[in-house]
Nanobody, 123 residues
Framework: QVQLVESGGGLVQDGGSLRLSCQASGRTDRDYSMAWFRQAPGKERVFVAAIGWRTGNTFYAESVRGRFTISRNNAKNTVALQTHSLKPEDTAVYYC????????????????WGQGTQVTVSS
């Protein structure tokens, strides 16, 4: 079993930045990838970014490419999502996920999920 705890969400103005963090514990597997998804009110959960624990390979949704950066700290078992140039449409609950070796955006491939952290971007 793997436990994931997100932090770093908050309220920010249009054009601002936030750094989200995900702490992994339990039976973490270096062959797994780590990913961020988000879910806006009344909408489905969608992929944001993913990174391979071992390879460092990254994959981004087109909507955040160039604005968001995913990174990992293997020694601390943490994954970060640095966000820049935030827009009101980025408002959502952001979830950390793991449990697949593939660096993909298919949420059905991920076995473990955190509780989420709220990001609100005001216009």
């Amino acid at each position: 079993q793997v436990q994931l705890v997100e932090s770093g969400g908050g309220l920010v103005q249009d054009g601002g930045s936030l750094r989200l963090s995900c702490q992994a514990s339990g039976r973490t597997d270096r062959d797994y990838s780590m990913a961020w998804f988000r879910q806006a009110p009344g909408k489905e959960r969608v992929f944001v970014a993913a990174i391979g624990w071992r390879t460092g390979n990254t994959f981004y949704a087109e909507s955040v490419r160039g604005r968001f950066t995913i990174s990992r700290n293997n020694a601390k078992n943490t994954v970060a999502l640095q966000t820049h140039s935030l827009k009101p449409e980025d408002t959502a609950v952001y979830y950390c996920a793991t449990g697949t070796s593939a660096v993909v955006g298919d949420l059905s491939r991920y076995l473990y999920w955190g509780q989420g952290t709220q990001v609100t971007v005001s216009s």
